[in-house]
């Protein structure tokens, strides 16, 4: 077993200094290649809204800046996603010399498994969630009133929710951390579960639109990955 790496305080602040310039000029860098592409890129997200809108409607923007801003923030919130996994490595970079060998060959799965689940938590709430959101929201509303997304709101919703549902498709991994790192057992998490249905509720609550329709959406599958993240951990911990 190797024992960690020693370094002083100066050269730990060194080290955390260097890994966040990396992770800030890699998202620089994708969000320069993407800007070219802004238009197309708010038109993919904006496509489940568009396709419950009326004929002859289309969404608007009640700012005067929001038609430029809004797929310039959408773009900065793709290349921040998309260098997910380099921002990873560089935070694996800088914690990875101070753990043990058979500490480092946990963490690299549980690293991998992360993104992994991240990306599927997007995936998951571009395909399958925001049109059910959208879909409903459209046909709930009052005789006489049109359907008319703004660009600015239907973004801060779509980002809002796609990171909520990335964060919590990390349940699993967040799991067998706990199992892992022996703060609790698999069992002594099962005697919790009451309470992780709860907070599987009032999570989603924090991290969706202030909407029960779309807290129900995201507190379901959380809870569905709470019992696989149980029976992951259940087996690594053999």
């Known amino acids: 077993m190797n024992a960690p790496e020693q370094m002083s305080f100066i050269e730990h602040l060194t080290e955390l200094r260097t890994r966040l310039i990396k992770a800030i000029i890699s998202i620089s860098l994708i969000f320069l290649c993407l800007v070219g592409f802004s238009q197309e890129i708010y038109t993919f997200v904006a496509q489940p809204v568009l396709q419950v809108l009326p004929q002859g409607v289309d969404m608007i923007a009640t700012d005067i800046t929001s038609t430029l801003f809004a797929p310039l923030k959408l773009t900065f919130w793709l290349a921040f996603t998309l260098a997910a996994p380099f921002i990873l490595h560089q935070a694996w970079s800088f914690i990875s010399p101070g753990l043990y060998q058979h500490e480092k060959k946990i963490a690299i799965p549980l690293l991998c498994s992360s993104v992994i689940l991240f990306y599927a938590g997007i995936g998951f709430a571009y395909t399958i969630v925001l049109p059910i959101l959208v879909s409903f929201f459209a046909a709930v509303g009052p005789t006489g009133v049109e359907f008319m997304p703004d660009i600015q709101h239907y973004l801060n919703m779509v980002i809002k929710l796609f990171f909520g549902f990335g964060i919590a498709f990390e349940i699993p991994v967040?799991?067998?951390?706990?199992?892992?790192?022996?703060?609790?057992?698999?069992?002594?998490?099962?005697?919790?579960?009451?309470?992780?249905?709860?907070?599987?509720?009032?999570?989603?609550?924090?991290?969706?639109?202030?909407d029960v329709f779309s807290q129900t959406l995201l507190a379901l599958p959380m809870w569905a990955l709470f019992e696989i993240g149980l029976v992951m951990a259940k087996y690594m911990k053999l």
């Open 174 to 210: 967040a799991l067998m951390l706990i199992v892992w790192s022996g703060v609790l057992t698999v069992s002594q998490i099962k005697s919790k579960r009451p309470y992780v249905v709860v907070g599987c509720f009032v999570a989603a609550m924090l991290l969706t639109p202030p």
